[in-house]
């Protein structure tokens, strides 16, 4: 019983967090034209680019994640996706009454609360395999560099 939760329940819960992204891969390869068209949708040029890109980080990064193969930088690009989309493509906010069910903005709102909460469990993976706390390592080290060389070119 331990192995299912110290090995099982964190593979599981590493598959419900990113199952939903080779499903879009397949679903934006099937329907290449309405992904084009929202790609293109947004504020950022470029939307084939720009789906290609989303394509390769929507077949790439799920098996990372649940395999634990650069599992944290996987989480954090994933991460970025989902934050991106979710400011760029359910920009709620730009719709008149968005609250109703009959506004066009109705969906984008669960859509964009969708990704924050993916967010949050990829900043878990994050945390999980190491990245953040590395990352914060690395950033006290430049800042203690930064110091130093200040403080030497103070001196001269």
Not at 15 to 27: G, K
Not at 102 to 130: E, P, T
Not at 137 to 144: A, F, L, T
Request: with cysteine; hydrophobic share 55%; aromatic share 16%.
């Amino acid at each position: 019983m331990e192995w299912l939760i110290n090995d099982g329940l964190p593979v599981l819960a590493r598959v419900f967090i990113v199952w939903i992204f080779p499903f879009s891969f397949l679903d934006k390869l099937v329907n290449w034209d309405n992904a084009l068209k929202q790609a293109t949708s947004g504020i950022l040029p470029g939307g084939a680019v720009l789906l290609v890109m989303a394509m390769a980080v929507e077949l790439l990064t799920p098996p990372m994640i649940v395999f634990g193969f650069f599992d944290g930088i996987a989480a954090f690009v994933l991460a970025g996706y989902c934050a991106i989309t979710a400011v760029v493509y359910h920009n709620f906010w730009s719709y008149p009454r968005f609250w109703s069910p009959k506004s066009d903005g109705y969906s984008h709102v669960w859509d964009f609360f969708k990704n924050f909460g993916l967010v949050g469990g990829l900043i878990f993976v994050m945390y999980a395999s190491g990245f953040i706390q590395d990352v914060r390592k690395d950033i006290e080290q430049m800042s203690m560099a930064t110091q130093v060389e200040t403080a030497m070119g103070a001196r001269e």
